[in-house]
């Protein structure tokens, strides 16, 4: 079973929280018939309208909302303390004498949930966690397609117990946080292809494969191994449209081989990005920083201060291992070359 109805190319451009989703990169991914997904989970409910608004202006295709599923944090005062003192090394190389406090640690995801069933884009997908049975039908209910991110064959059984469409398997070479919600991030190690090959063999739905994609011939490789789609990010950071500042889409362009590593310093979940400064000066304690929200909101005042002095040492670099391999171009460019060379045979 395939996305034909919904998307006739079978590419789905990942949704990446933090600004490299733009109404125009989501527009030529969906015009050019694949399916275009902002990472809403960071943005807040005025911005996921007007994102959403712009996007319809520049397209009727169908695109996707995706959220992290997550609650709303109460630390202990102690816990935060800690936190901002592991990161003293950080920001007082910044010339701080402290760390900003950030207004909060994350969005409301339930807002953010309700928000989605008004907004009703055709597809969303969810990462982090699972919703409930309840929350899926609620969504099926306004005619929304749901896909849960799985990392592991339980996390697959686990989402189609509860009611999914589809699932994006998400291997350990995928840029970005990985989407674990069973068992410990640092245990969940399959790669793309033979997660791919688990999760096929477990559920009865879709399974779009994510990590490592780069090329059409990459793409062809997955769907001949049972992927009805692929899901791509790290290919997209690069084009013109994409959000990210200049001096981090020229370090991903510099790459070579794999420059890549799994970190939990910056945010307080495992996430795979370009070795800098930041992962460097927190590597003997990333191990002990707060869980995610937390860390993330932390280290958000020193992260927006490295790309104000366009300083890419102190910014999370989320990028896959086949960084290497990115290609920048417009975004419809990269469609087409794309589809091109999924055609070629
Ligand atoms: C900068 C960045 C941000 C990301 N943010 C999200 C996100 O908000 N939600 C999500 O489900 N996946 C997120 N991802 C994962 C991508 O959607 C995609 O699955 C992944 O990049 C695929 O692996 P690749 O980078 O090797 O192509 C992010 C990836 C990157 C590189």
Same mark, same amino acid.
């Given at each position: 079973?395939?996305?034909?109805?919904?998307?006739?190319?079978?590419?789905?451009?990942?949704?990446?929280?933090?600004?490299?989703?733009?109404?125009?990169?989501?527009?030529?991914?969906?015009?050019?018939?694949?399916?275009?997904?902002?990472?809403?989970?960071?943005?807040?409910?005025?911005?996921?309208?007007?994102?959403?608004?712009?996007?319809?202006?520049?397209?009727?295709?169908?695109?996707?909302?995706?959220?992290?599923?997550?609650?709303?944090?109460?630390?202990?005062?102690?816990?935060?303390?800690?936190?901002?003192?592991?990161?003293?090394?950080?920001?007082?190389?910044?010339?701080?004498?402290?760390?900003?406090?950030?207004?909060?640690?994350?969005?409301?995801?339930?807002?953010?949930?309700?928000?989605?069933?008004?907004?009703?884009?055709?597809?969303?997908?969810?990462?982090?966690?699972?919703?409930?049975?309840?929350?899926?039908?609620?969504?099926?209910?306004?005619?929304?397609?749901?896909?849960? !991110?799985?990392?592991?064959?339980? #996390?697959? $059984? /686990?989402?189609? @117990? +509860?009611?999914?469409?589809?699932?994006? %398997?998400?291997? *350990?070479?995928?840029?970005?946080?990985?989407?674990?919600?069973?068992?410990?991030?640092?245990?969940?190690?399959?790669?793309?292809?033979?997660?791919?090959?688990?999760?096929?063999?477990?559920?009865?739905?879709?399974?779009?494969?994510?990590?490592?994609?780069? !090329?059409?011939?990459?793409?062809? #490789?997955? $769907? /001949?191994?049972? @992927? +009805?789609?692929?899901?791509?990010?790290? %290919?997209?950071? *690069?084009?013109?449209?994409?959000?990210?500042?200049?001096?981090?889409?020229?370090?991903?362009?510099?790459?070579?081989?794999?420059?890549?590593?799994?970190?939990?310093?910056?945010?307080?979940?495992?996430?795979?990005?370009?070795?800098?400064?930041?992962?460097?000066?927190?590597?003997?304690?990333?191990?002990?920083?707060?869980?995610?929200?937390?860390?993330?909101?932390?280290?958000?005042?020193?992260?927006?201060?490295?790309?104000?002095?366009?300083?890419?040492?102190?910014?999370?670099?989320?990028?896959?291992?086949?960084?290497?391999?990115?290609?920048?171009?417009?975004?419809?460019?990269?469609?087409?070359?794309?589809?091109?060379?999924?055609?070629?045979?």
């Amino acid at each position: 079973m395939g996305f034909e109805a919904i998307f006739p190319v079978p590419i789905i451009q990942g949704p990446m929280a933090g600004g490299a989703n733009t109404p125009a990169m989501v527009a030529a991914v969906s015009n050019a018939g694949g399916l275009g997904s902002f990472g809403a989970s960071m943005l807040s409910l005025d911005t996921i309208r007007a994102q959403v608004a712009e996007t319809r202006r520049l397209t009727s295709r169908p695109f996707m909302l995706n959220f992290f599923v997550q609650g709303v944090p109460t630390p202990l005062p102690q816990e935060v303390d800690r936190g901002v003192d592991l990161l003293r090394p950080v920001w007082s190389s910044l010339g701080w004498s402290g760390l900003p406090m950030p207004a909060k640690w994350c969005e409301d995801f339930a807002a953010q949930f309700e928000l989605l069933l008004e907004l009703k884009p055709a597809v969303a997908s969810f990462t982090f966690d699972i919703l409930s049975a309840a929350q899926v039908k609620r969504l099926h209910d306004a005619g929304i397609f749901v896909i849960g !991110t799985v990392t592991t064959v339980d #996390e697959a $059984l /686990a989402w189609q @117990a +509860a009611g999914a469409d589809a699932l994006v %398997a998400s291997g *350990v070479e995928s840029g970005g946080h990985r989407g674990t919600f069973i068992g410990a991030q640092s245990a969940a190690t399959l790669e793309a292809i033979p997660l791919l090959a688990a999760v096929v063999d477990a559920v009865r739905m879709p399974v779009i494969s994510a990590g490592n994609v780069m !090329t059409g011939a990459d793409i062809r #490789e997955r $769907l /001949a191994l049972g @992927a +009805a789609a692929v899901q791509m990010g790290t %290919a997209f950071l *690069v084009t013109d449209e994409s959000g990210v500042p200049a001096v981090y889409k020229e370090r991903l362009l510099a790459a070579q081989g794999n420059p890549t590593r799994l970190t939990r310093a910056i945010s307080g979940r495992l996430a795979r990005g370009i070795e800098n400064r930041f992962m460097q000066q927190m590597a003997a304690v990333e191990a002990e920083v707060p869980a995610y929200p937390v860390q993330n909101a932390l280290t958000g005042s020193i992260r927006a201060e490295a790309a104000k002095r366009g300083d890419p040492e102190l910014l999370s670099l989320w990028a896959g291992t086949g960084v290497a391999r990115a290609r920048a171009m417009p975004t419809a460019k990269l469609m087409e070359v794309l589809i091109a060379e999924i055609n070629q045979t």
